[in-house]
Nanobody, 128 residues
Framework: QVQLVESGGGLVQPGGSLRLSCAAS????????MGWFRQAPGKEREFVAT????????YYAGSVKGRFTISRDNAKNTLYLQMSSLKPEDTAVYYC?????????????????????WGQGTQVTVSS
């Protein structure tokens, strides 16, 4: 059973920083491509960033590129999202997700239906 647990959300002022973490339960974490998505109130869930199994390849949504950094520590079974220069429009519930299917875990995945497992989400609020 795969479990993903996000943490690190909270309230931050515009221009501030936060680091989200996603702890995975399975030791096969290094076999999964991983991603972050977010959903703001009244909006559809949207892609934020993704990272390959080894961490050598990353890809970002245009709205966060240059401000957010996705990374992973396979020894700790943990995914991270470092967020800086935060804006009020970054306010959302942030979800981590895993691509475990071998037909997709080798490539860049930006659509939510491509992900096989999801965490419960962590709230990020950017407000003064």
């Amino acid at each position: 059973q795969v479990q993903l647990v996000e943490s690190g959300g909270g309230l931050v002022q515009p221009g501030g920083s936060l680091r989200l973490s996603c702890a995975a339960s399975a030791r096969t974490f290094s076999d999964w491509a991983m991603g972050w998505f977010r959903q703001a109130p009244g909006k559809e869930r949207e892609f934020v960033a993704t990272i390959s199994r080894t961490g050598s390849t990353t890809y970002y949504a245009g709205s966060v590129k240059g401000r957010f950094t996705i990374s992973r520590d396979n020894a700790k079974n943990t995914l991270y999202l470092q967020m800086s220069s935060l804006k009020p429009e970054d306010t959302a519930v942030y979800y981590c997700a895993a691509v475990t299917d071998i037909r997709r875990n080798w490539r860049i995945n930006t659509q939510d239906y491509e992900y096989d497992y999801w965490g419960q989400g962590t709230q990020v609020t950017v407000s003064s």
